[in-house]
């Protein structure tokens, strides 16, 4: 028991009744937690990040036989932030775009699976024809025009920031999230836990919320 909860380090040991699973964890432990919901027909949001293509894979055949909330990033203002560069992108035509995520330097993913949500808003709004560079220390050339730029910052105890930036050949749009508390990922899981009990079986996200 921690503060009067009992805590498990042992899936199988759970007693209590589960509505909901919730998950920050790592995507290993995500993937036995999918496993225990799936036999026991629990819903899960997940906010865990790092999936490998095959990963995604497995994530996504969950959900064919089981209610999935999934979201890189539980904060509502960087699902509205997603939501308003996609609207800007088609607007700035021609504008290089580049994105900048700053965290903790226990991060152990990078790029943030935020910044790959905002890079993927943003690809789908220009046609889904950009291909994603990471930093750019190993490369000797122009930028290309069908680049989306992604630099990863890790330092000190910062909760999470990312920028996106349009530059244009006269100048720059530039639209940032700075969050300073952790607690704004726990009021998103808390509306997720609220949306996904109850729901027929899927992949759900924070669009879906919204």
Do not use: W
Not at 38 to 47: F, G, K, M, R
Not at 142 to 169: L, M, P, W, Y
């Amino acid at each position: 028991m921690l503060n009067g909860v009992p805590v498990y380090n042992d899936l199988s040991k759970i007693k209590e009744h589960i509505d909901v699973i919730v998950d920050f964890s790592h995507v290993h432990a995500t993937l036995e937690i999918l496993k225990f919901a799936d036999s026991n027909y629990i819903p899960v949001v997940i906010a865990t990040t790092g999936f490998n293509s095959e990963q995604e894979n497995i994530l996504k055949d969950y959900s064919k036989h089981l209610p999935i909330f999934r979201s890189a990033n539980m904060s509502f203002d960087v699902n509205l932030m997603c939501k308003i560069v996609a609207e800007i992108a088609p607007l700035l035509v021609g504008a290089d775009v580049e994105i900048t995520e700053t965290h903790h330097r226990n991060k152990v993913d990078a790029p943030s699976g935020t910044a790959l949500l905002i890079a993927d808003h943003i690809n789908e709004a220009l046609g889904g024809k950009m291909r994603y560079v990471y930093n750019r220390h190993d490369l000797s050339q122009k930028r290309g025009d069908d680049e989306i730029g992604i630099t990863s910052v890790r330092g000190g105890n910062i909760v999470g920031e990312h920028t996106v930036q349009f530059f244009g050949e006269n100048d720059t749009f530039e639209i940032k999230h700075t969050s300073y508390s952790r607690s704004v990922f726990a009021e998103g899981a808390v509306k997720a836990v609220r949306f996904i009990a109850g729901k027929s079986d899927g992949l759900y996200g924070m669009g879906d919320l919204v």
